[in-house]
């Protein structure tokens, strides 16, 4: 059974650091490409970052890009998410995501939803002073 369990979320005052990160289970993860989204409320899901299995290619959202780094390890089937420079608009409920068996990520994160087939419960992360 595919499960994706995230953790590492909380209260961080803006400009702040946290590391957020995704224990899997019940698939090989250096066969997928994976990613994270979010959701602020009364706002839609956003997709904000993906990693090809293969860790040569990471696509990010521009309101993330040069603040948040996707990464991985395989041996330990778990990935991550560091997020630096934290701002008020970032606070959302953030989930991690599984996309399909040799599927790569798509091209623009705007697309990353569609792609998502299996993802956790979600971390709560609070931005504010």
Known sequence: Q?????????LVQPGGSLRLSCATSGFTLGHYAIGWFRQ????????????????????????????????????????????????????ATYHCAMIGFNVVCPPSTQLLMAY??????????????
């Open 2 to 10: 595919v499960q994706l369990v995230e953790s590492g979320g909380g």
């Open 40 to 91: 602020a409320p009364g706002l839609d899901r956003e997709g904000i970052s993906c990693m090809n299995s293969n860790n040569d290619n990471t696509y990010y959202e521009d309101s993330v890009k040069g603040r948040f780094t996707i990464s991985r390890d395989n041996a330990k089937n778990t990935f991550y998410l560091q997020m630096n420079s934290l701002e008020p608009e970032d606070t």
């Open 116 to 129: 998502f087939e299996k993802w956790g419960q979600g971390t709560l992360v609070t931005v504010s002073s």
